[in-house]
């Protein structure tokens, strides 16, 4: 009687695999669903990145004009300076028109006060960072 118990025992046990196998074959490929999603979600915004950090976007840009600076004045509204050849034409942009506000000779660009705050910065902490520093 005891081949019997082991037999039915091993055949019981058996079952009891072969079931908690179909159960947990769904939520296995759920899973793995799962986490397929997510890699083609993180590579789709690497290759975003990528391509910001690239300047792709920017490629489409006319030789002839050159934005060199704009300002928003309003939800709607923004002030921008373009570069036309030898010309910087500073416009008005609204969403129903664009109005040439002046027209000047090309100039130089000025560094950005945020240039400048970071080289500052930049300056300041490498200065506290030297170990021959005055403190």
Avoid at 65 to 91: D, F
């Amino acid at each position: 009687m005891s081949a019997r118990r082991i037999l039915c025992g091993a055949l019981c046990a058996a079952s009891l695999n072969a079931q908690a196998q179909t159960v947990a074959a769904p939520a296995a490929g759920m899973g793995q669903m799962l986490l397929g999603l997510a890699a083609v979600i993180g590579l789709v915004l690497a290759l975003a990145w990528v391509a910001r950090r690239l300047g792709v976007a920017n490629q489409t840009q006319s030789p002839l004009l050159r934005r060199i600076a704009a300002l928003s004045v309003g939800t709607r509204e923004r002030v921008m300076i373009l570069e036309a050849g030898e010309q910087w034409l500073v416009l008005g942009v609204t969403a129903q028109s664009i109005q040439t506000l002046h027209v000047m000779p090309k100039g130089v660009v000025p560094e950005s006060p945020a240039q400048t705050l970071a080289g500052g910065f930049a300056a300041l902490l490498q200065k506290a960072r030297s170990p021959h520093a005055p403190r």
